[in-house]
């Protein structure tokens, strides 16, 4: 055999990646055998029931068959700004959906990002500084790409974190240095742990290069503050950071203390010297919002503060694939600039994108109070993105039930949930957390309706699990 | 960007090396493919920096001008040497001459001697005018907008196939959900469809949990290259010419390129012996050798390879244990009669090969073929003959990504499974395909027969793909006017081309060469109709370069 374990990449096997680990393929198996599986495992909300936005499928239909925009009955089936819109959007395209486009994406939709970004942030964005990509996942990859050269080279991640930072950083040979979120500042972010994290890191001879933030938080759905990420763009800055701001879930914010604000603009807020010394990269996509277009893989960078020859160098990294996929770079134009007032389509847009945002915001709620209302879980409220992250106080008796398993505690936990009630949830061990402590993370996006029933039947499993191994193992007879 | 880019262009061109502004072993890495003396083999070359630090490369409005960077995490200094090392020409620095020039031409018209710039530096069928297969964008228009299924109009304006097709596609969809993330593979029922073409391609059976879909080739070719490369140990046999889709992800990844030259001679014929040669010469080196990439049909050369040349290469990857890493995007591409694509895995199952014999990768691409749907980037890899827990990583890696984009890979699917004789689509799809392949035919014919009269020039024919590579035999007077200009021969060549007629090609150099020899890559995509134009100014071009150069 030509190609042995054994000689694969070390880079390779040492990558985890648990959101479609071990208890997702145990799921897609007991989904195989008939039974019903409730996919809380990725942010992926039309596999879960979530209808597309009806505005942006037409304009895109319409760029897949052209031939369309000629025929005479095509009014019959698509409205007038839709069929503007597409004529736009082929008019920015050399050569269709069919042709590969600029390598970082085609220039017109460029332009719409950075007018939004200027309409967001009131600062200016510069669209040759934006590159399109398929889906957030692919920029972080290329950022990471030219950060890390090699093992000496670290990463500060927020614990617990979305392990796409873990398992890049990993696949690129790099040290992942870890920052932990203060669960019971409810995930804050304290600047002082930082320090300790890059001194720690230091002493060990590793070169912190960049930090990544998620806001908000995933898993753990927190909106950072502007004070607070005053405090972390100054910290890049006087520790020579390039900060990697994921901000993928924007859109998605179930409180009002803390509205949305994006780094650049705080960054930009700060003035002189931070707005011109911090090297910044922020990340959106389709995937999330109310928009949840995760199959198009669609998604944007923006990077401040980035030296013309090194944008030049990502630029060619971007060429070596040619193009991101152009249907999605459209899907990407539609995003940040949806049907105004006044256009035919604004009312249902309108309506469709409001009623998928009250929507989340319910079942954020509903979600939160029912993990709090189970024995042993405390859960911190969902203040954005699309997850739930409770910790689940397991019993010793839990604890050597899972050594004799040989699974991990909350990989045992998060495995009988699955099989006593068709949950499919993530391990909190597969995003990182405290020694000793246990979580799962959820996505709150299961239908509405379903809701009080999911949390009922993860209510009554929880329940007897923890009856079960408390009365049979637990402290009592230890 | 864009004014960097050309203000960096003019100084390439225009400049000769300056003292770098920041001292730092790195910056000898930066190469620039198209400036530096054509480096054939595999060894790293040390090539002049030829950045200038002048005020056109940044403008006033821009934050962190090179000037200030210093102070800055990320500069050229400190961004990871494998992203300097590695180069893609394709779209290199002759592709941001064309787009500096398409802009400004349109605001000075009178001030070329062309009217358009003609793309041929890069297989992107669409964007020269060939039209999409309509049936694959009916199909695709209504899995984007699945309302459009339950309106009775859409019956006026959809083939009665395309919406069948619709509907089995989308069952085949977990909850008809073309937004989801689908599994990391690609959609289950969709690889099913792929796996049934391959069968029907090849008369062996095809397993859907073997393919892998992608974003295009390319991803796969880099998810194997992350796969098989540990460090500048580590080898991958790569032929020369190549598409550097392989040098660029064999850079990245930090292994080493073991070069075997494909022979001009003999058609771009591919030698075992030649392969045996430079295996033998990486071992001595120091370099575990542990692929062979084939590209069948040959980018940029064209070539078709021969059954029995194909059943050798496997003989050669089994006997040294090499995985098989088959570049089979153009398998639709084939011109001529005397040729056949066959498939590396059919030619190894034929051969009485399975899986405990010989490990295997076959990439193919929504991008190439009739369809040429390059915007789309869908492909898959179909991955045979190895260990589950290799494929297990290889589904990890995949995973990272979540998963390729869907209406990609509705295309693939639809690719390996067109319509049938007797569907409503048929005879229009028959006649869409058959019309674009056998003009691609024509033109690649026209094309050869045009350069082969020109003087100096020899090409060999397109056999397939989509590009011919002639090989130029440029004047003394011509390599010492490159020089001057601290250019590549051939890259001075193209430019020259460029600014005479619009015309815009790769230089050889960009895929490497024997060295010596000199050759530019063009693709054979114009629409039939600007062809004959094309060959009377690419005619003209080179008898007046000629005039100018001729020893």
């Known amino acids: 055999m030509a190609l042995e374990y054994d000689l694969l990449n070390e880079n390779v096997k040492k990558c985890q990646y648990a959101v479609r680990g071990e208890l997702y393929l145990r799921a897609s198996e007991l989904q195989k055998e008939g039974k019903k599986i409730i996919f809380t495992n990725v942010g992926n909300p039309h596999a879960l029931g979530q209808k597309p936005l009806t505005f942006p499928r037409q304009v895109v239909a319409l760029c897949q068959a052209p031939f369309l925009l000629d025929d005479p009955n095509v009014g019959m089936l698509f409205p007038a700004d839709a069929i503007a819109r597409a004529k736009h959007y082929l008019s920015l395209t050399s050569g269709g959906l069919g042709a590969y486009s600029d390598s970082r994406g085609l220039p017109g939709v460029r332009k719409e990002v950075a007018e939004f970004i200027q309409r967001r942030d009131g600062y200016p964005s510069d669209p040759e500084l934006i590159f399109l990509t398929d889906g957030a996942s692919k920029g972080v990859m290329q950022i990471l790409n030219c950060v890390i050269r090699g093992e000496g080279d670290g990463i500060l991640v927020p614990v617990p974190q979305y392990p796409l930072y873990s398992a890049t950083i990993s696949l690129l040979g790099g040290s992942l240095v870890p920052y932990y979120l203060d669960e019971s500042e409810n995930w804050g972010l304290d600047v002082n742990n930082l320090r300790q994290s890059v001194a720690q890191a230091r002493s060990q001879g590793i070169s912190v290069r960049a930090m990544v933030i998620i806001n908000p938080g995933n898993p753990t759905g927190q909106c950072l503050s502007e004070a607070n990420l005053k405090e972390i763009l100054k910290f890049c800055y006087n520790e020579k950071l390039v900060l990697l701001g994921d901000e993928v879930y924007q859109q998605n914010i179930y409180q009002d203390e803390r509205p949305f604000i994006s780094s650049k603009k705080v960054l930009m807020d700060m003035g002189s010297p931070f707005s011109k010394g911090v090297q910044l990269v922020s990340f959106h996509t389709v995937s999330k919002g109310y928009w949840g277009e995760c199959g198009q893989r669609g998604g944007y960078f923006e990077m401040t503060n980035f030296p013309p020859r090194v944008v030049e160098e990502i630029y060619k990294v971007a060429s070596i694939a040619l193009s991101p996929n152009v249907s999605a770079q459209i899907f990407m134009g539609l995003m940040v600039s949806p049907p105004k007032p006044g256009d035919i389509s604004y009312d249902q847009f309108a309506r469709e994108s409001k009623g998928i945002l009250e929507s989340l915001r319910r079942r954020a709620k509903i979600m939160t109070d029912g993990f709090n209302s189970c024995k042993n879980v405390v859960c911190n409220f969902t203040e954005g993105a699309m997850y739930s992250f409770p910790q689940i106080r397991l019993p010793p008796g839990a604890l050597q039930a899972a050594k004799q398993a040989g699974k991990v505690p909350d990989v045992f936990y998060c495995l009988k949930l699955l099989e006593a009630t068709g949950i499919s949830t993530v391990p909190g061990s597969g995003f990182g957390q405290k020694e000793g402590v246990f979580h799962l993370r959820t996505t709150i996006l299961p239908a509405e309706e379903e809701m009080p029933e999911i949390m009922d039947s993860f209510k009554k499993f929880n329940d007897e699990f923890m009856a079960q191994y408390e009365n049979g193992f637990g402290y009592s007879r230890m | ?551």
């Not at chain 2, 040429?372 to 890899?381: A, D, N, Q, V, W």
Request: include cysteine; proline fraction near 5%.
């Open chain 2, 1 to 551: 960007m864009r004014r960097f880019v050309i203000g960096q262009a003019k100084n390439l061109i225009d400049q000769t090396r300056r003292r770098c502004c920041q001292p730092h072993h790195h910056n000898n890495l930066r190469l620039l493919s198209l400036l530096r003396p054509s480096a054939s083999d595999s060894t790293t070359v040390s090539s002049p920096r030829l950045f200038s630090s002048s005020s056109s490369s940044s403008s006033s409005d821009m934050p962190g001008s090179d000037s200030s960077s210093s102070s800055l995490p990320v500069t050229l200094d400190s961004i990871n040497p494998k992203v300097l090392k590695c180069e893609y020409a394709v779209r290199g620095e002759i592709v941001s001459i064309a787009q500096r020039l398409q802009d400004d031409l349109k605001i000075n018209k009178d001030a070329y001697p062309f009217d358009e710039i003609i793309y041929c530096n890069i297989g992107n069928p669409q964007s020269l005018g060939q039209q999409p297969i309509t049936f694959f964008r009916e199909v695709l228009a209504l899995c984007s907008h699945t309302a459009l299924l339950d309106e009775s109009a859409t019956h006026g304006l959809f083939s009665s196939d395309s919406i069948d097709r619709a509907w089995k596609i989308l069952d085949q969809i977990p909850g008809k959900a073309t937004g989801a993330y689908s599994h990391s593979q690609g959609i289950k029922g969709l690889r099913d469809a792929i796996a049934a073409g391959i069968e029907a391609r090849d008369g062996f059976p095809a397993d859907p949990n073997d393919i892998f879909m992608t974003d295009g080739a390319s991803p796969g070719v880099h998810m194997m290259m992350q796969l098989l490369i540990s460090s500048e140990k580590d080898g991958i046999l790569c032929p020369i010419p190549q598409y550097p889709l392989y040098s660029a992800s064999i850079a990245l990844h930090g292994g080493s390129l073991v070069p075997y030259y494909l022979d001009e001679a003999s058609g771009w014929g591919l030698e075992i012996s030649e392969l045996k040669k430079q295996l033998e010469d990486a071992k001595s080196k120091g370099i575990t050798v542990r692929a062979l990439a084939v590209i069948n049909p040959g980018n940029p050369t064209g070539q078709v390879l021969s059954e029995e040349n194909q059943r050798d290469i496997v003989d050669f990857c089994k006997k040294e244990g090499l995985v098989l890493l088959a570049d089979e995007v153009y398998q639709e591409n084939v011109y001529v009669p005397d040729k056949k694509f066959h498939s590396f895995k059919k030619v190894a199952r034929s051969m009485g090969y399975g899986e405990k014999d010989i490990s295997l990768v076959s990439f193919q691409s929504i991008s190439k073929g009739y369809y040429g749907e390059c915007g789309k980037r869908g492909g898959y890899m179909e991955v045979t003959g190895f260990t589950s827990d290799v494929r297990e990583q290889i589904y990890k890696v995949a995973s990272v990504n979540l998963c390729s984009n869907i209406s990609g890979q509705i295309l693939a699917s639809l690719v390996m499974s067109p319509p049938k004789p007797g569907d409503d689509s048929y005879d229009s799809y028959i006649a869409e395909k058959e019309g674009i392949l056998s003009s691609l035919a024509t033109r690649a014919k026209t094309l050869e027969e045009a350069l082969n009269k020109l003087e100096g020039v020899t090409c060999n024919r397109a056999e397939g793909a989509m590009y011919l590579f002639p090989c130029i035999n440029l004047p003394q007077k011509a390599i010492a006017a490159a020089e001057a200009a601290k250019t590549a021969p051939d890259a001075f060549y193209c430019k020259r081309l460029l600014n005479a007629t619009g015309i815009v090609v790769v230089p050889g150099s960009g895929f490497r060469q024997v060295p010596g020899t000199w050759h530019f890559r063009c693709t054979i995509l114009p629409q039939e109709d600007k062809i004959p134009a094309i060959v009377n100014r690419l005619t003209e071009f080179h008898k007046s370069f000629m005039d100018e150069f001729r020893d």
